[in-house]
């Protein structure tokens, strides 16, 4: 295996992502703990459903792979039908889980429409990614994520490869549960964690996603757009894991909501007073510990002296 990606299309670049495929398929095999703090919604799921997802999401995007290939499309023509190919591999996967697990996908198919991020962040990895596994190491893709060199490491695109493939199966993993009924009426007995085994664990695990979707899209985005940040997820030994990225992201700032906005700004403020008013907490408290110190200095030596007084006038009228 090379140490960097490479950076155009032949025989090399082919080779590559066929070993990345076979190495991140492997990793798929091993463990699949969620070992990081952050919210995964994929750990609802049994381990072997969430590797069966895995499984399906990374044949599915070799399939799409192998069209865009045969099919001779340029650079231009993937950032242009980007969506249409996230879309696309989003219905192929849900289906074949669906499929498998004897789901209804009706309803799931309707709430992709309905799904904001699938058009923002989502789309730029979907985009970033096929441009690196099918044309190579590219400027954009350098760019995008501040990489100031012309060669790209393998490790970085299996990075991507790996995030891709947790990030998709955490949101199909969304919509599945949001479509849950109850345990009896559909398959969530042979899927979910036996913790969720129940109606009403379901219906707050629910509620709880609904809150952690306005968290995510409201505060945790927009915070992370503004500081040119990007969480990516990973296979690791111990399980999965997250880490946050350096990724140029000025240009999603302007496509953020009024709500969104008014973090940003709430960012601002916070940057702007909260060092000023850290720093005057600090001077007023160095202020009263020296005010505090120089009183009990006084009042240690105004009782000393007290004392002492007290001390001599007793002596005088002993002698006395």
Not at 162 to 176: C, T, V
Not at 218 to 230: D, F, G, N, T, V
Not at 236 to 241: C, D, V
């Amino acid at each position: 295996m090379n140490n960097y990606w490479p950076s155009s299309q032949g025989p090399t670049l082919n080779q590559e992502v066929a070993e990345l495929l076979v190495r991140t398929s492997i990793k798929i095999n091993k463990r699949l703990t969620n070992c990081s703090q952050e919210v995964l919604i994929l750990d609802v799921f049994r381990t072997e459903v969430k590797r069966n997802l895995l499984k399906i999401i990374l044949a599915e995007l070799e399939k799409i792979l192998l069209e865009i290939y045969n099919s001779n499309l340029d650079v231009n023509d993937i950032t242009n039908l980007t969506e249409n190919i996230l879309i696309d591999l989003f219905h192929r996967c849900i289906k074949r889980f669906c499929k498998l697990y004897e789901l209804d996908c009706i309803d799931i198919y309707q709430d992709i429409h309905d799904l904001n991020y699938l058009l923002n962040d989502y789309k730029m990895l979907l985009q970033i990614l096929i441009i690196q596994l099918l044309f190579g190491s590219s400027q954009t893709v350098n760019k995008t994520f501040n990489l100031f060199t012309y060669n790209m490491p393998v490790k970085q695109v299996e990075i991507f490869l790996e995030n891709y493939l947790i990030q998709l199966s955490n949101i199909i993993a969304h919509m599945l549960v949001q479509n849950f009924n109850t345990v009896n009426e559909t398959n969530a007995s042979y899927l979910c964690n036996v913790k969720f085994l129940s109606d009403r664990k379901l219906e707050k695990l629910k509620n709880n996603l609904i809150w952690n979707t306005i968290i995510k899209n409201y505060l945790e985005r927009p915070r992370a757009i503004y500081e040119s940040r990007y969480k990516v997820w990973g296979f690791y030994q111990e399980g999965l894991n997250c880490q946050y990225i350096y990724a140029c992201r000025s240009n999603e700032l302007q496509m953020l909501s009024p709500m969104q906005i008014i973090i940003t700004f709430l960012l601002e403020v916070q940057d702007f007073f909260v060092p000023k008013i850290k720093s005057t907490i600090f001077l007023i408290g160095q202020i009263i510990i020296y005010a505090g110190q120089n009183l009990l200095n006084q009042i240690m030596r105004t009782s000393l002296e007290i004392l002492r007084r007290s001390s001599n006038f007793k002596k005088q009228s002993n002698s006395l």
